[in-house]
Nanobody, 117 residues
Framework: QVQLVESGGGLVQPGGSLRLSCAAS????????MAWHRQAPGKQRELVALITSDSTTNYADYVKGRFTISRDNARNTVYLQMNSLQPEDTAIYSCSMVIGRFRREFWGQGTQVTVSS
């Protein structure tokens, strides 16, 4: 079975930075797209950034120029570098990956990011 584990969340002041990581473990032959999502209190989950197998990236408009998604295929890991964080970025951040011949989507459990002074 495949398991995704996020790390790197925490409390940061406005203007600060955090780097999230999400590592996949288990029986993995190939990983297609990788993505980060977030869900703020009282709001629906939204896609933050996505990276395809050929490293094409897409970002939500509100994070363009501040967040960078990247992947390390050898480590089955996706990263999210978050700069210039603002209080409205406070949310639970979760990763997802499309894995295997049947292109099944797997999810991590989420990590809390809090931006506050």
């Amino acid at each position: 079975q495949v398991q995704l584990v996020e790390s790197g969340g925490g409390l940061v002041q406005p203007g600060g930075s955090l780097r999230l990581s999400c590592a996949a473990s288990g029986t993995i032959i190939s990983i297609y797209s990788m993505a980060w999502h977030r869900q703020a209190p009282g709001k629906q989950r939204e896609l933050v950034a996505l990276i395809t197998s050929d490293s094409t990236t897409n970002y939500a408009d509100y994070v363009k120029g501040r967040f960078t998604i990247s992947r390390d295929n050898a480590r089955n890991t996706v990263y999210l570098q978050m700069n210039s964080l603002q209080p409205e970025d406070t949310a639970i951040y979760s990763c997802s990956m499309v894995i295997g011949r049947f292109r099944r989507e797997f999810w991590g459990q989420g990590t809390q990011v809090t931006v506050s002074s």
